[in-house]
C-alpha cells in the first residue's frame, strides 16, 4: 500500500517515511465530513475512503466491524475511537517525520519575499523581534488547536472547529483554507512569471517583455497548460512524491543564493532602514510572517496520524518546526536585506543575475517546485470545495459518488482557468502574499480562538477547568485576529488601487 502515512515496514527509516509521506498527507484530508450526511453515514461504517480518497460504500463485512483499524485505534481510552480512518493512515509516523512534514508544509513562497518583508518593517532588528514575537504566538495556536482535537478525538481542522464550535464555524474554517489554496495557486503561477522574467532580462536585455513569446502574458500560459494543467485532473497524486519530497531543498535554495550574492558582491552601499516607517507598516507585516510559519491547516491531520499521538510529541515537532524555519527566514531577510537594501524587490529571485549558472539552476528548480506542487494544492482546495458543496446543496451519498468525475473536471478546470488569469492581471507576488496574510491571520488566530470560546461555553461537554480564562484568552485572540484581517485587507487593497503592482516587474 502506498498512501499519505505508509510506512515501509516497522524498520522504515526517517527518509522513507519522508518520502512516503510528503505528497500525500494535504490530500488525504477528509474533506466529506464537511457534508453533514456523508460525515454520518462514514461515522456508522456504511461509507468508507478507498485509497484515493474518495467515498464508496463499504462491504457486509466492513459494516459488521471487520474493516481495517482505525486511525489511532491502537491507543486505550478516549483516542482510540476516531471517527474517520484513510487506509493511508493506519500505520503512522513518527515525530521526526511529523516534524519533517510541518517545515515543508510551511517553507514555501513566503520565503521569496521575507528580505522585503524586513524592508517594510523597519530593517533586521525590528523585523526580528517581530518574527520571534510572530513565531511564538504561531506555535502556540498550533498546539491549542491540538489540545481541542484531543477532546474530541478529531483529525482534520474543520473537525475541529465542527466539534468546538458547531457548523458554521466548520464551513468557515473550510472556506479561509478553500481560498487560502487558491491564493498559493495565484502564487505559484506569478512565481513562474517572475523567474522566466529574470532569465530574459540577463539573458536578452531590458526590453525583452517588447517580444510577445518572451512577455509573462504569454510565458505563464503557456507554461500552465503544457506542464501544469495535464497534472491536476487525478485522483491520486503518487507520482509526484519525489518531487514533493524535495520541495524543501528547492525552497532552501534562495537562501543559498541570497547568502551567495551577499559574499560576491561589490563594495556599493545599500540604504537600509533602522526603524519602520510607521506603526501601519509593522502591522502589514505581521500576517505575511504569519503565513511563513503557519501550517495550521494541516497539523491536525499530521498530529492524528502520529503512531504516538500525544500533545507533548506535537509540542516537540512544533518547536523544532518553529526554530527550523526560524533560521531559514532569518538567513533569507537578513542577508537579503543587508545586499539589496530598500531596493529589494518582493520575489527576491527577481534581485539575481541569471547569467551565473548557479542562478539558472535555482530558477530550474523553483519552476519544477511551482509546477509539481501546484496539483497537489488544487487537489486540497478542491476537496473542500467539493465538501462545502455536497453540505450546500444536500447531496445524498447515491448522487456524491456517481458524480464525482463530472464535479472533479469542473471544478479544476474552473479552478486552474481562473487562477491563471487573476495571475496574469496581478504580476505581484507582494499583493497576492499580503492577501494570503490576511488569511493567515484568521487560521492563526481567529479560528483557534474561536475554539478556545467554544471549549469555554460547552463546559458541561468539555468538563474544563478555568472557564472564564479559557474564553477571555479565547476572545482576546479573536479580535486579535480581526483586527489584524481586517486592516492588513484594506491596506493591501488600498495600496494596489492607488500604486499598482506593475512597479515591481523588470520589464515594463
Known amino acids: 500500500m502506498s498512501g499519505a502515512f505508509h510506512r515501509q515496514g516497522p524498520g522504515g527509516s526517517f527518509i522513507q517515511e519522508s518520502f512516503h509521506s510528503s505528497t500525500d498527507y494535504p490530500t488525504y484530508i477528509t474533506w466529506q465530513t464537511l457534508s453533514t450526511d456523508l460525515s454520518e453515514k462514514i461515522r456508522q461504517g456504511s461509507l468508507r475512503l478507498n485509497r484515493a480518497n474518495t467515498l464508496e460504500y463499504a462491504s457486509i463485512t466492513e459494516e459488521a466491524g471487520e474493516a481495517s483499524p482505525l486511525i489511532n485505534g491502537r491507543h486505550k481510552g478516549k483516542l482510540a475511537h476516531s471517527s474517520v480512518s484513510t487506509p493511508a493512515a493506519q500505520q503512522g509516523i513518527g515525530w521526526t517525520v511529523a516534524t519533517f512534514l510541518m517545515v515543508n508544509t510551511a517553507l514555501g513562497a513566503g520565503v521569496l519575499n521575507y528580505p522585503a518583508a524586513y524592508d517594510r518593517a523597519g530593517g533586521i532588528l525590528s523585523a526580528t523581534i517581530l518574527q520571534i514575537a510572530m513565531m511564538i504566538m504561531v506555535g502556540s495556536t498550533m498546539l491549542i488547536l491540538g489540545y481541542c482535537s484531543d477532546l474530541n478525538s478529531d483529525n482534520?481542522?474543520?473537525?475541529?472547529?465542527?466539534?468546538?464550535?458547531?457548523?458554521?464555524?466548520?464551513?468557515?474554517?473550510?472556506?479561509?483554507?478553500?481560498?487560502?489554496?487558491?491564493?498559493i495557486c495565484i502564487t505559484f503561477f506569478i512565481i513562474i512569471g517572475d523567474q522566466f522574467d529574470r532569465l530574459f532580462l540577463s539573458t536578452y536585455g531590458a526590453d525583452?517583455?517588447?517580444?510577445?513569446?518572451?512577455?509573462?502574458?504569454?510565458?505563464?500560459?503557456?507554461?500552465?497548460?503544457?506542464?501544469?494543467?495535464p497534472l491536476c485532473y487525478f485522483q491520486r497524486l503518487d507520482f509526484l512524491k519525489y518531487a514533493s519530497s524535495l520541495g524543501i531543498f528547492v525552497m532552501l535554495y534562495p537562501v543559498f543564493l541570497t547568502i551567495y550574492a551577499y559574499s560576491t558582491r561589490t563594495n556599493e552601499e545599500v540604504q537600509v532602514k533602522t526603524a519602520p516607517s510607521s506603526v501601519i507598516d509593522v502591522i502589514v507585516t505581521m500576517p505575511v510572517i504569519c503565513f511563513a510559519y503557519q501550517a495550521h491547516e494541516v497539523v491536525i491531520t499530521i498530529y492524528s496520524n502520529l503512531r504516538d499521538r500525544r500533545l507533548a510529541n506535537l509540542a516537540k515537532c512544533t518547536v523544532i518546526?518553529?526554530?527550523?524555519?526560524?533560521?531559514?527566514?532569518?538567513?533569507?531577510?537578513?542577508?537579503?536585506?543587508?545586499?539589496?537594501?530598500?531596493t529589494v524587490k518582493p520575489d527576491i529571485m527577481q534581485m539575481f543575475d541569471?547569467?551565473?549558472?548557479?542562478?539558472?539552476?535555482?530558477?530550474?528548480?523553483?519552476?519544477?517546485?511551482?509546477?509539481?506542487?501546484?496539483?497537489?494544492i488544487t487537489f486540497c482546495g478542491r476537496g473542500a470545495f467539493d465538501g462545502m458543496y455536497a453540505e450546500a446543496v444536500k447531496l445524498s451519498a447515491d448522487d456524491y459518488i456517481q458524480g464525482e468525475r463530472r464535479r472533479r473536471l469542473i471544478i479544476t478546470t474552473g479552478w486552474f482557468?481562473?487562477?491563471?488569469?487573476?495571475?496574469?492581471?496581478?504580476p505581484s507576488i507582494g499583493v497576492v502574499l499580503e492577501l494570503l496574510g490576511c488569511l493567515a491571520a484568521?487560521?492563526?488566530?481567529?479560528?483557534?480562538?474561536?475554539?478556545?470560546?467554544?471549549?469555554?461555553?460547552?463546559?458541561?461537554?468539555?468538563?474544563l477547568k478555568h472557564n472564564k480564562l479559557i474564553f477571555c484568552a479565547g476572545a482576546v485572540m479573536t479580535v486579535f485576529g480581526v483586527f489584524i484581517f481586517g486592516l492588513v485587507l484594506v491596506e493591501t487593497l488600498k495600496e494596489y488601487f492607488e500604486v499598482g503592482s506593475s512597479h515591481h516587474l523588470l520589464c515594463k
Open 208 to 229: 525583452f517583455c517588447g517580444k510577445w513569446y518572451m512577455n509573462r502574458q504569454f510565458t505563464i500560459p503557456v507554461t500552465a497548460f503544457v506542464f501544469v494543467m
Open 442 to 463: 484568521a487560521n492563526v488566530f481567529i479560528f483557534p480562538g474561536m475554539c478556545l470560546m467554544g471549549m469555554a461555553i460547552k463546559k458541561d461537554k468539555f468538563q
Open 354 to 376: 541569471a547569467s551565473d549558472p548557479w542562478v539558472i539552476f535555482g530558477i530550474a528548480a523553483l519552476n519544477v517546485k511551482m509546477i509539481t506542487t501546484y496539483p497537489l
Open 321 to 342: 518546526c518553529m526554530l527550523a524555519l526560524f533560521v531559514v527566514y532569518e538567513l533569507s531577510g537578513t542577508f537579503g536585506y543587508i545586499t539589496y537594501g530598500s
Open 156 to 183: 482534520t481542522y474543520h473537525d475541529v472547529l465542527m466539534s468546538t464550535c458547531g457548523k458554521r464555524a466548520q464551513q468557515l474554517a473550510a472556506a479561509s483554507i478553500l481560498l487560502s489554496c487558491y491564493i
Open 417 to 426: 482557468g481562473t487562477s491563471l488569469a487573476v495571475a496574469v492581471v496581478i
